[in-house]
């Protein structure tokens, strides 16, 4: 008897129903995509629909970066959501009271560890960058809100110098570290090695920041997981800096159909929520788009629709279906079309025919697309009610 998950045997247990938080920061860094500008509505109506979409914490902007951003932080923060709201900070006290007053229960403050950042940008010495860290974190704990640390740089940060900077964090009571990838240079197994030597000497919960400079955000994230990291960072499409950040909808359907791992987020959901960013921010996805794209179930070959029609998991991964997504298949009519998939049409639309009509209707269909003619459910009534009006 045919099984399933026949060959998926590649599971690895320790992830076996882990909870994985889900931190969205499609409204603060996602809103950094060159190009990008939300209004306070759209930005409003975007963390209602994270909300609906179940994601555990929502970055919803950088209050000190504007009057306009405090204001729309500070909207989401009173917007009665489910999902918690975070604010981004420097280690600086008038960025962190700027998050206290949008209202904000989590304060995720960051500044650059590696050398690199460290002497051009903000031009300390490593002690003082420790200082600094220490200060910020107690200040905002002793306000009585959660705290976030990102230690910015950090994979290319001197690892010892980074562990020495997250136990100074978290013996200042920090909540919770973060290990951004922020020019995104690691690759899966580096990501994996460094989690682990961190998770081996902090106690607190591990959160990852993947850019995706090299395309490997989601696949670093994953690694991180599976190397004791709690939490992610997403972003709906993968909208962010440069090459943007590691995409919800991808990072949420591995753990979810790959690892068998849980997270918050309903799934059914995921198409919707990546068209209300496509229209808001004008960048549009590609069709073969993992996960949410226009292509992501749509069979052309003949092979392939006869296939899926018959058993849907001989061209689909399977255990990641249309409906989990909400999405939907479709069978592309074109020049790879066989006879299975016309059928199909013609009898989903009432109409039935002969062999020989389905022939004469097949090659017409490949006649027009051979063209360069996308065919439309339009052309292919159009062919049908030619021929069988002939025959
Ligand atoms: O990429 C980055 O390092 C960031 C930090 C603010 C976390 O966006
Ligand atoms: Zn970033």
């Known amino acids: 008897m045919y099984e399933l998950k026949e060959g998926i045997d590649f599971y690895i247990e320790s992830m076996q129903n882990k909870k994985v938080t889900i931190f969205d920061t499609t409204l603060r860094d996602g809103e950094q995509t060159p190009g990008v500008s939300l209004t306070s509505n759209q930005k409003l109506e975007i963390a209602r629909q994270l909300d609906k979409l179940g994601v555990d914490?929502?970055?919803?902007?950088?209050?000190?970066?504007?009057?306009?951003?405090?204001?729309?932080?500070?909207?989401?923060?009173?917007?009665?959501?489910?999902?918690?709201?975070c604010g981004l900070a420097r280690v600086l006290k008038k960025d962190i009271d700027a998050c206290f007053d949008s209202d904000v229960g989590l304060v995720h403050t960051f500044v650059p560890t590696s050398d690199v950042q460290r002497i051009y940008t903000i031009k300390k010495s490593r002690e003082e960058v420790i200082q600094l860290a220490v200060e910020a974190v107690q200040y905002i704990k002793d306000h009585g809100r959660k705290c976030m640390f990102s230690a910015m740089d950090a994979t290319r940060t001197d690892p010892?110098?980074?562990?020495?900077?997250?136990?100074?964090?978290?013996?200042?009571?920090?909540?919770?570290?973060?290990?951004?990838?922020?020019?995104?240079?690691?690759?899966?197994?580096?990501?994996?090695?460094?989690?682990?030597?961190?998770?081996?000497?902090?106690?607190?919960?591990?959160?990852v920041h993947c850019h995706n400079d090299f395309g490997l955000a989601v696949a670093n994230s994953l690694m991180a997981v599976e190397a004791g990291a709690s939490q992610v960072q997403v972003t709906i499409n993968g909208i962010g800096e440069r090459a943007g950040n590691a995409d919800l909808a991808q990072t949420v359907m591995s753990l979810k159909a790959m690892y068998e791992a849980k997270t918050n987020i309903r799934t059914e959901y995921l198409v919707e929520t990546s068209k209300m960013i496509e229209n808001y921010t004008g960048i549009r996805l590609p069709p073969n788009t993992p996960v949410v794209g226009q292509n992501a179930f749509s069979h052309e070959s003949g092979i392939h629709s006869q296939g899926v029609l018959e058993k849907s998991d001989t061209f689909e991964p399977g255990i990641m279906t249309p409906e989990m997504v909400g999405h939907r298949r479709r069978i592309v009519l074109g020049k790879h079309t066989g006879k299975h998939a016309v059928k199909q049409s013609l009898e989903s639309a009432g109409i039935i025919t002969n062999d020989k009509q389905l022939d004469e209707i097949v090659s017409r269909i490949k006649e027009i697309a051979n063209k360069g003619k996308q065919i439309t459910d339009a052309d292919l009534y159009a062919v049908a009610s030619a021929v069988l009006g002939k025959a």
């Open 57 to 85: 914490i929502i970055e919803a902007g950088f209050p000190i970066s504007s009057e306009g951003d405090k204001e729309s932080v500070k909207s989401i923060s009173n917007a009665g959501l489910d999902t918690e709201v």
């Open 160 to 207: 010892e110098y980074l562990i020495q900077v997250f136990k100074a964090v978290q013996e200042a009571g920090c909540d919770i570290i973060n290990v951004p990838d922020t020019v995104g240079v690691m690759v899966p197994s580096a990501m994996y090695r460094q989690i682990k030597d961190i998770a081996a000497e902090i106690t607190i919960p591990i959160d």
